[in-house]
T-cell receptor, first 110, second 114 residues
Framework: GNSVTQMEGPVTLSEEAFLTINCTYT??????LFWYVQYPGEGLQLLLK?????DKGSNKGFEATYRKETTSFHLEKGSVQVSDSAVYFC?????????FGKGTRLSVIA | ETGVTQTPRHLVMGMTNKKSLKCEQH?????MYWYKQSAKKPLELMFV???????ENNSVPSRFSPECPNSSHLFLHLHTLQPEDSALYLC?????????????FGPGTRLTVT
């Protein structure tokens, strides 16, 4: 079945550091790919998405590119802020409800 | 109200109590979902409703009983829960039939079973 694997956390970075959170997936065909973010005490919010190979999703300075050849959808941000501290979830959908990774906790310190 | 709302935000209940969680979506969506989020475990999909019909039930114990009276409202009825049922319960909705496109989540109900 479909699955998503993302890097184990927690990830701790200093403000203005570069962020990468790795995500790889297993699926047949071409699923849609998503990154969700969960801030403390809140539900999940859609951060960005990509629906076909080579698409780049972007939002709030975050980016991720759908790489079919490496079955990856890594999340990147050039300069993180303390307000980016949250749990990030990679997910896929292929005519099924979303399949989520386990989440990666990011802590950004000033 | 906008988006997906859930009430109550926090709930403490004993193992013999009966309570209900409520979810309402104000987005005109056709599908609604219940998830369980426990510490250090992946998100668990519990139930899926599409056009008010239950289309998925992922081996959830019968002490959890969902109800979807219309496309905007979703309930989760709880009875004789166990301490291990303590978790954050998240509701979500999506525009398309269940499983297509992104989902929009509510803030969750933090449930503690004593």
């Amino acid at each position: 079945g479909n699955s998503v694997t993302q890097m184990e956390g927690p990830v701790t970075l200093s403000e203005e550091a570069f962020l990468t959170i790795n995500c790889t997936y297993t699926a047949t065909g071409y699923p849609s790919l998503f990154w969700y973010v969960q801030y403390p005490g809140e539900g999940l919010q859609l951060l960005l998405k990509a629906t076909k190979a080579d698409d780049k999703g972007s939002n709030k300075g975050f980016e991720a590119t759908y790489r079919k050849e490496t079955t990856s959808f890594h999340l990147e941000k050039g300069s993180v802020q303390v307000s980016d501290s949250a749990v990030y979830f990679c997910a896929l959908s292929q005519n099924t409800p979303l399949v989520f990774g386990k989440g990666t906790r990011l802590s950004v310190i000033a | 109200e906008t988006g997906v709302t859930q009430t109550p935000r926090h709930l403490v209940m004993g193992m013999t109590n009966k309570k209900s969680l409520k979810c309402e979506q104000h987005l005109g969506h056709n599908a609604m979902y219940w998830y369980k989020q426990s510490a250090k475990k992946p998100l668990e999909l519990m139930f899926v409703y599409s056009l008010e019909e239950r289309v998925e039930n992922n081996s959830v114990p019968s002490r959890f009983s969902p109800e979807c009276p219309n496309s905007s409202h979703l309930f989760l009825h709880l009875h004789t829960l166990q301490p291990e049922d303590s978790a954050l319960y998240l509701c979500a909705s999506s525009q398309e039939k269940a499983g297509v496109g992104e989902q929009y989540f509510g803030p969750g109900t933090r449930l503690t079973v004593t």
